[in-house]
Antibody, heavy 119, light 111 residues
Framework: QVQLVESGGGVVQPGRSLRLSCAAS????????IHWVRQAPGKGLEWVAV????????YYSDSIKGRFIISRDNSKSTVHLEMNSLRDADTAVYYCTREKELEAPFDLWGQGTLVTVSA | QSVLTQPPSLSGAPGQRITISCTGS?????????VHWYQHLPGAAPKLLIYADSGRPSGVPDRFSGSRSDTSASLAITGLQAEDEADYYC???????????FGTGTRVTVL
């Protein structure tokens, strides 16, 4: 079954860290770039980060640059998002999604995992 | 704050046609980057609706169509149906941000 499954969400205090995972199955994982996209409560979709198919390049949105780190393990078909110095504004559902090549559409999405930053 | 602007909401009666606009600039749509569209139902994963301006993935009804012109793009829904009630987002790449951008989103209501 072709799918992406996120995990690792939960409630965390401001300033703390959390690690999200995205597990892929049913397709050739190393052929795809993997992105994280989030949706804060009542807000729209916001692109967060991408790691290229081979892990050589990583890019981040300005809102999380310097705090979040994206990585991948092609041997385990998994992508991680290490989130540090979390803020209230990081509260959102986090989705992972795939992209075949630059400018290609995000054609497969996970169901999302909820991260709540609250004291 | 998104650089792609969409109307916050649109509504139409069953069977009608509606058009959702996505207004960008010369650093994204105007720079000839592809525009994609997604349908997002509450509690579900976003679903790819239109790719590369006007392409339709397998399984997407031909009631959905996309187009672009200069620095904007549009998604048209003809023969509106109750199941089309959802949020819709455009998506592209922005060279000045060196990153991907989504539109502000449009909530479609079927009257």
């Amino acid at each position: 079954q072709v799918q992406l499954v996120e995990s690792g969400g939960g409630v965390v205090q401001p300033g703390r860290s959390l690690r999200l995972s995205c597990a892929a199955s049913g397709f050739i994982f190393q052929n795809y770039g993997i992105h994280w996209v989030r949706q804060a409560p009542g807000k729209g979709l916001e692109w967060v980060a991408v790691v290229w198919y081979d892990g050589t390049n990583k890019y981040y949105s300005d809102s999380i640059k310097g705090r979040f780190i994206i990585s991948r393990d092609n041997s385990k078909s998994t992508v991680h998002l290490e989130m540090n110095s979390l803020r209230d504004a990081d509260t959102a559902v986090y989705y992972c999604t795939r992209e075949k090549e630059l400018e290609a559409p995000f054609d497969l999405w996970g169901q999302g995992t909820l991260v709540t930053v609250s004291a | 704050q998104s650089v792609l602007t969409q109307p916050p909401s649109l509504s139409g009666a069953p069977g009608q046609r509606i058009t959702i606009s996505c207004t960008g600039s010369r650093s994204n749509i105007g720079a000839n980057y592809d525009v994609h569209w997604y349908q997002h139902l509450p509690g579900a994963a976003p679903k790819l609706l239109i790719y590369a301006d006007s392409g339709r993935p397998s399984g997407v009804p031909d009631r959905f169509s996309g187009s672009r012109s200069d620095t904007s793009a549009s998604l048209a829904i003809t023969g509106l149906q109750a199941e089309d009630e959802a949020d819709y987002y455009c998506h592209s790449y922005d060279i000045s941000l060196s990153g991907y951008v989504f539109g502000t989103g449009t909530r479609v209501t079927v009257l």
